[in-house]
């Protein structure tokens, strides 16, 4: 039998398991020969997807899956595409590969997909929206993303991420504010219910103002939206910037409840001018598609 053997190279004298072992080894080595499948490769060779949506990656949690890593490995492959000349363009789990760096694993597992560009960017979008990996602005610009790479409609671009149309549409809204603004959003010093709130007002500086208020007092979701209410202009000279331009007629308090559920379930300016008995609602809108969005609100039936 061994002498049988001698020729064929130390591969022919293994039994059968070390053998598989060894071919799959020698396989999955060569990642230049494969096209598509599983192989394994130095993190180092694997390459940031230019629309990743997400652009902040917190130290401390990279620091932390590494940790995980070290004891346990990467249980879920990573996803990557080839380009044209041959690189390895990451499409899901760029947290993986950095936090492998940093535990200085040799090789990573990598899935071999092949997607187009608009593709690649639903499923990097599908993926960390879904594992709650992006801040309110990395999603927003997401979908703005989505919809004028591909020519999407708001309705469309739910549709493909599995998301409610208000929830697209909402998100979208959040890119109107100050950069001040969308910069506490980004590093999460600001909530997304806080945004609204400030959303609700029209004008920057009314804007900036609440947002200060907010930073500086510690406000609630709550308390901020009830402030917004306040800041907000209505016909009978009610309060601006926090000053009032005449004496403020006494409103029921059921009436101004009613107005502040209002701004918080359209998440835009309502004014209520009138009593229980008789008045007028006036909600506010600023672009067409937030027309769009404010009508799919109301026709619930």
Not at 21 to 28: G, N, P, R, V
Not at 141 to 149: T, V
Not at 167 to 176: E, H
């Amino acid at each position: 039998m061994a002498k049988a053997a001698l020729g064929k190279g130390l591969l022919a004298l293994l039994p059968d398991e070390e053998k598989e072992h060894s071919q799959l080894k020698t396989h999955t080595e060569e990642k230049t020969k494969i096209s598509s499948g599983e192989l394994f490769v130095r993190p180092e060779e694997l390459q940031a997807n230019p629309d990743q949506p997400r652009r902040r990656f917190d130290k401390i949690e990279l620091e932390e899956l590494a940790a995980s890593i070290k004891q346990h490995g990467i249980i879920q492959p990573i996803i990557a595409d080839k380009d044209q000349a041959g690189n390895l363009i990451i499409v899901t789990g760029e947290r993986r590969s950095r936090a492998a760096i940093i535990a200085g694993l040799d090789k990573v597992p990598v899935l071999i997909r092949s997607y187009s560009d608009q593709k690649r960017l639903e499923v990097a979008l599908i993926e960390n929206i879904h594992r709650a990996d992006l801040n309110p602005i990395e999603e927003a610009s997401a979908y703005k993303q989505l919809m004028e790479s591909s020519g999407l409609s708001q309705d469309q671009t739910a549709e493909r991420v599995g998301k409610n149309r208000s929830t697209v549409a909402n998100a979208l809204r959040l890119l109107k504010l100050p950069p001040k603004i969308k910069e506490a959003l980004e590093e999460g010093s600001l909530s997304a219910g806080h945004a609204r709130a400030i959303l609700a007002l029209s004008g920057a500086i009314n804007q900036e103002k609440l947002f200060i208020e907010i930073r500086d007092k510690g406000l609630s979701v709550r308390a901020a939206e009830k402030r917004a209410a306040e800041l907000t202009t209505d016909k009978n000279g009610a309060a601006k910037g926090g000053k009032t331009t005449g004496k403020k007629p006494k409103r029921e308090p059921e009436l101004k409840a009613i107005e502040e559920k209002l701004i918080r379930t359209l998440g835009t300016k309502v004014s209520i001018n009138g009593s229980l008995k008789k008045g007028r609602i006036e909600i506010e809108y600023y672009s067409m598609d937030d027309l769009d969005r404010l009508y799919g609100l109301l026709d619930k039936s």
